[in-house]
């Protein structure tokens, strides 16, 4: 990359200063104060940070912190990456990466979906990687069709090449709008956000799935040239070549990250069976998926924050001998609207043991007990393993499905395991 101008340089420099000062004092990790302060000396250090670079911006509702991460080890094949896969998704997160890396020629950023047209905008990326829209944080978020058409306007007025999952109807809109696209056909499991054609509001028929079509306009799902195969755990090339994914990440969900990773990872000159290797590399992202031991029983972390990743969450739970902990926060990082569990089937936990906590428990607790699920109420993970341990002294393993700021805090009580 191009030599920073001398006030972008000081701007770099003092946000590495206050995000060093924010770890050292405990107050957080830095990515954001660091660079809000680099933007309080340089408005324009975000452009100024990304020329030179072949960057990939990564957007969704579900899923872009997993594919973040799981892009930037494969591009690490290449050498150093400038990314913030840990999280920090808005401008001043990726003025942060950008500047703690800043000889990486290759970058990876994961994208808020908000701010993804002001980003892509000041930052020209080689690649924008789109994967899925539904429903999420509506007190403070947009409406996901307005969404999707700023992603298609903003995505019309460049000349970035879009790596998109085509079985999303609202996702192919918004990439169509691109001068240039690579589809993937990643799966939709939830398709509850994505009935009504987002051209004119037909009804879209989905008679054979992935394929999706509006009679009314004739908007139809683009052709993949990239496919995940669920049933037999492989990806398919664009020229025909299956290769196995035995990824060491859970579910049908994560087997899309992976496709979508091996796309845009193609997109950087690497080769698609290199590109898996180094994703079964990864096991845990941002403690998502960790398992920790405590009081002698493995205690899995899942995060879901909305009705789509809750149902891939139900998807990947172990038998139902296996209890599983749900917890609800309803903070700022949340959303403070809590209703969106009315939208969650909570039918398929009838069969096991099931207990609430967090905040809101007492609204999970309702919803619960109208699907007739049964519960039982707790406040912390370790009062649920001696109660479990005290019934059944054999019991090895619970799972544990929390959003963002009760995962977060269960995550902090077992020491941030990565």
């Given at each position: 990359?191009?030599?920073?101008?001398?006030?972008?340089?000081?701007a770099?420099?003092?946000?590495?200063?206050?995000?060093?000062?924010?770890?050292?004092?405990?107050?957080?990790?830095?990515?954001?104060?660091?660079?809000?302060?680099?933007?309080?000396?340089?408005?324009?250090?975000?452009?100024k940070?990304?020329?030179?670079?072949?960057?990939?911006?990564?957007?969704?509702?579900?899923?872009?912190?997993?594919?973040?991460?799981?892009?930037?080890?494969?591009?690490?094949?290449f050498?150093?990456?400038?990314?913030?896969?840990?999280?920090?998704?808005?401008?001043?997160?990726?003025?942060?990466?950008?500047?703690?890396?800043?000889?990486?020629?290759?970058g990876?950023?994961?994208?808020?979906?908000?701010?993804?047209?002001?980003?892509?905008?000041?930052?020209?990326?080689?690649?924008?990687?789109?994967?899925?829209?539904?429903?999420?944080?509506?007190?403070?978020?947009?409406?996901?069709?307005?969404?999707?058409?700023?992603?298609?306007?903003?995505?019309?007025?460049?000349?970035?090449?879009?790596i998109?999952?085509?079985?999303?109807?609202?996702?192919?809109?918004?990439?169509?709008?691109a001068?240039?696209?690579?589809?993937?056909?990643?799966?939709?499991?939830?398709?509850?956000?994505?009935?009504?054609?987002?051209?004119?509001?037909?009804?879209?028929?989905?008679?054979?799935?992935?394929?999706?079509?509006?009679?009314?306009?004739?908007?139809?799902?683009?052709?993949?040239?990239?496919?995940?195969?669920?049933?037999?755990?492989?990806?398919?090339?664009?020229?025909?070549?299956?290769?196995?994914?035995?990824?060491?990440?859970?579910?049908?969900?994560?087997?899309?990250?992976?496709?979508?990773?091996?796309?845009?990872?193609?997109?950087?000159?690497?080769?698609?069976?290199?590109?898996?290797?180094?994703?079964?590399?990864?096991?845990?992202?941002?403690g998502?998926?960790?398992?920790?031991?405590?009081?002698?029983?493995?205690?899995?972390?899942?995060?879901?924050?909305?009705?789509?990743?809750?149902?891939?969450?139900?998807?990947?739970?172990?038998?139902?001998?296996?209890?599983?902990?749900?917890?609800?926060?309803?903070?700022?990082?949340?959303?403070?609207?809590?209703?969106?569990?009315?939208?969650?089937?909570?039918?398929?936990?009838?069969?096991?043991?099931?207990?609430?906590?967090?905040?809101?428990?007492?609204?999970?607790?309702?919803?619960?007990?109208?699907?007739?699920?049964p519960?039982?109420?707790?406040?912390?993970?370790?009062?649920?393993?001696?109660?479990?341990?005290?019934?059944?002294?054999?019991?090895?393993?619970?799972?544990?499905?929390?959003?963002y700021t009760?995962?977060?805090?269960?995550?902090?009580?077992?020491?941030?395991?990565?």
């Open positions: 990359m191009s030599e920073l101008p001398l006030r972008a340089q000081l770099s420099v003092l946000g590495r200063s206050a995000a060093s000062l924010s770890r050292a004092t405990g107050r957080g990790d830095g990515s954001v104060i660091g660079g809000r302060v680099a933007l309080k000396v340089e408005p324009d250090l975000l452009a940070l990304a020329q030179g670079r072949r960057l990939a911006l990564i957007s969704a509702t579900n899923g872009k912190t997993t594919t973040t991460r799981l892009i930037a080890q494969a591009l690490r094949e050498g150093d990456v400038a990314t913030n896969e840990h999280g920090a998704n808005m401008p001043t997160g990726h003025i942060t990466a950008l500047s703690d890396n800043k000889s990486a020629v290759n990876v950023l994961e994208v808020d979906e908000k701010y993804l047209p002001q980003v892509l905008k000041a930052t020209n990326p080689s690649f924008v990687v789109l994967m899925n829209l539904s429903r999420d944080q509506m007190d403070r978020a947009s409406e996901i069709n307005l969404l999707a058409k700023k992603w298609r306007t903003a995505l019309a007025q460049t000349d970035t090449h879009v998109a999952n085509a079985d999303d109807p609202l996702v192919a809109w918004a990439g169509l709008g001068p240039n696209a690579t589809w993937v056909s990643a799966g939709q499991r939830w398709k509850e956000d994505s009935w009504c054609c987002p051209e004119c509001g037909g009804h879209l028929k989905r008679e054979t799935d992935p394929h999706w079509e509006c009679p009314e306009c004739g908007l139809a799902r683009p052709s993949a040239t990239w496919a995940v195969d669920n049933d037999n755990d492989v990806l398919v090339a664009p020229d025909g070549q299956q290769i196995k994914l035995r990824m060491n990440l859970p579910g049908d969900a994560n087997r899309a990250n992976a496709a979508i990773a091996a796309a845009t990872a193609a997109g950087y000159g690497m080769h698609p069976e290199r590109t898996i290797e180094r994703l079964r590399e990864v096991t845990s992202v941002a998502r998926y960790t398992s920790v031991v405590t009081m002698g029983v493995e205690v899995r972390l899942l995060l879901s924050k909305n009705p789509a990743g809750w149902l891939e969450s139900f998807a990947v739970l172990d038998p139902p001998r296996v209890p599983v902990i749900l917890a609800v926060n309803a903070q700022i990082p949340d959303g403070k609207d809590t209703s969106w569990l009315w939208d969650v089937d909570y039918t398929v936990l009838r069969d096991r043991r099931v207990f609430v906590m967090g905040e809101r428990r007492t609204d999970l607790a309702l919803r619960l007990e109208t699907d007739e699920v519960f039982e109420v707790a406040d912390r993970v370790d009062e649920v393993l001696a109660k479990l341990k005290a019934e059944r002294p054999d019991i090895t393993k619970v799972d544990v499905i929390a959003n009760a995962f977060q805090q269960i995550r902090t009580a077992y020491g941030r395991v990565q």
